[in-house]
């Protein structure tokens, strides 16, 4: 059998097609480029994949599945299963693939033509969508010691018509976690807006903001299997609300979007969900001995933080991850954005992966 290139008759349109809208042309494309080397500590992943033994329960229940039915409308039976772990009401569960989705579905529920609110720097997710989907996007810069501006997000909250807040537990990118009584005053000051709390990393902080959320119909938790469950790639995140606001957020969500094979290995997953605290464990007792093993270093400063990632200050940091990638290390450059001039930032890997990563530190003069 012979194989032909396929004949382009077609040449790239030059000019965007009239039909694409301003805002979308506007918006830069999602920024990431994935990197082959031996230490991937550049998307805040869980540095272990799902245990071998529960994958192995998984395909034997997606083989046990029909593939040809659809599943269910809106992940019930799953979202049921959520609703006994976190002790909600079920009602109050909206499942999609991934929470980036979550992030896109309530901007169109709260966002377009209204505000969306959030600090500065903040998840890149939250501003790209409402850039996209035309929200007067408003962002009150952190305090230099990345806690939040109460005050400054106070005066956005009245000075704005509402829409979405959005509060990061821990931060990200700084891994900051603030006071509970800062949170629950912003919370609180948020009367009439969509307040999210984003709990992405909850697990290697030990905060949970779920009393604060279930004391007012306009909050929503948003949680996530891809970073302390180890399944970012089977995409699974879910918001934790109201069963008013989980009932307006689900006519957003497209019909049977979670599908048979995931559902399989979520349930799974759910069963035996005791990997999952001693790998936050672990995570809490490396992310210590980072910083400790770094402190004394003569350029470069590791910075704390509550999260499954961290940031190191650098005097250059082009030099500094260039440095990292000659010993087979990725991390995410964050120097452009406001108050990480210099910054990198790094997941915990495994040990020996996070020794590596001491190591090139070490060797960098
Ligand atoms: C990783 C992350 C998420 C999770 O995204 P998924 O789409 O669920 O993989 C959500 N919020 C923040 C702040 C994150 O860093």
Redesign the pocket.
Known sequence: MTTELPVSGRAAPATDPAGVRGAVRQVPAYPFTPIDVPHKLDQ?ENAYDFPADLKRLATERMLARPWNRYPDLHAETLADRIAAFENWDPAGVVLTP????L?KLLTELGGIGQTVLTVSPT?S?YTLEAQMLGATLVQVPLNPDFSLPVEGLRAALRDNPPGVLYI?QPH?PTGFVDPEAAVRELVEAAEGWVVVL?E??HQYSGTDFRDLVQAGTNRLS?R????AWGL?GI???YALTSPLLAGHLRKLVPAFNIGTLAEAALEVALEHPGYVRERAQEVRRERERILAALQDHPLWTVLPSQANFYLIRTPDAEAAYRHLLAHGIVVRRQDRLPLLEGCLRVAVGTPAENDALIAAARAFR
Do not use: H, M, P
Request: a positive charge; aromatic letters at 14%.
């Open positions: 805040n991934g929470s980036n989705v992030i998840f997710v990061t990200a984003d992405a990393y948003l996530t299997f891809s970073k970012a995409r699974l995140g």
